[in-house]
């Protein structure tokens, strides 16, 4: 078949599906940059399947997907053992939280070299200029004290659990953080791990509540999730964040205090 067709597609409205064929990459589509989907189709948005020889993409060029809101379906199954997505596919993939629908193990490629030059380290070769991580994070006593070489990580492709240290306090060193996916990917319930830690790492439903939202990804603090601390920001009158809705996966926010505040502004204005 001849594939070159392909070559100059810049764009897709509608669903991709790939199927039973003997490719050994997808780079006929190497100039894709754009892919917009019907909301209303909930299944198979991207669907790679049952092609023996398949190992990888090589789609860098895939810069947009639309929708962004966790309505993005991706089927990816049944093709040879050593599939494999780069970074730079798992990170569009992460950042609009797709949903995996499959029950083989993705893993993330060995090359780790990005055309947007952008570094890979993996975990064992950390240092303070890799912006993405490959492979568990597990930070504890013995290593606490080494935890600012994360602070330009964006993505952690693999398990994030922080447990029994000693002189952790909070999770500032994060502060970059943008997304978390587990690699090998399989579908199931994926969580950030927080917990036996000799410090509040969280004092607040507030502070568990930006870093899940930051990343994407549920926080279990402890065994529970960040409506199970407090609600209100301690020593502060007026918190805007009231409540969180982990169902819906959304803050709710109260006014009322900033209303209060407005008119007090105004008081002083025109008295």
């Known amino acids: 078949m001849d594939l070159s067709k392909f070559s100059n597609l810049k764009k897709v409205l509608g669903r991709i599906e790939v199927s039973r064929t003997q490719l050994t990459n997808l780079s006929f589509m190497g100039n894709l940059e754009s892919l917009i989907v019907d909301i209303n189709q909930n299944y198979g948005h991207l669907s790679i399947h ?3 020889n398949l190992k990888f993409l090589g789609r860098n060029s895939l810069k947009k997907i639309t929708p962004t809101d966790q309505s993005f379906n991706l089927i990816i199954v049944d093709n040879h053992p050593e599939f494999c997505l780069n970074t730079q596919e798992a990170q569009i993939f992460a950042d609009i939280s797709a949903v995996f629908h499959n029950e083989d193990k993705i893993y993330i490629c060995p090359e780790l070299t990005r055309t947007d030059g952008v570094k890979v380290c993996k975990i064992d070769n950390l240092d303070e200029g890799c912006h993405h991580v490959v492979g568990d994070v597990i930070i504890d006593e013995n290593n606490e004290m080494d935890v600012w070489k994360f602070e330009n990580v964006t993505h952690i492709y693999g398990n994030l659990v922080i447990r029994d240290t000693k002189e952790l306090v909070d999770l500032s060193f994060l502060s970059s953080l943008g997304s978390v996916p587990p690699f090998p990917y399989i579908s199931y319930i994926h969580f950030i791990e927080i917990r036996d830690n000799s410090q509040e790492i969280f004092k607040v439903q507030r ?8 990343t994407k ?4 603090y402890n065994g529970m999730g960040c409506s199970k601390l407090p609600g209100k920001k301690r020593n502060s009158v007026g918190s805007i964040y009231d409540y969180y809705d982990e169902d819906s996966s959304n803050v709710h926010f109260s006014l009322k205090y900033l209303c209060v505040c407005q008119l007090l502004i105004m008081f002083f204005i025109y008295k």
């Open 50 to 52: 049952d092609n023996p």
């Open 207 to 214: 502070d568990c509540l930006l870093i899940q939202a930051k």
């Open 217 to 220: 990804t549920t926080i279990k």
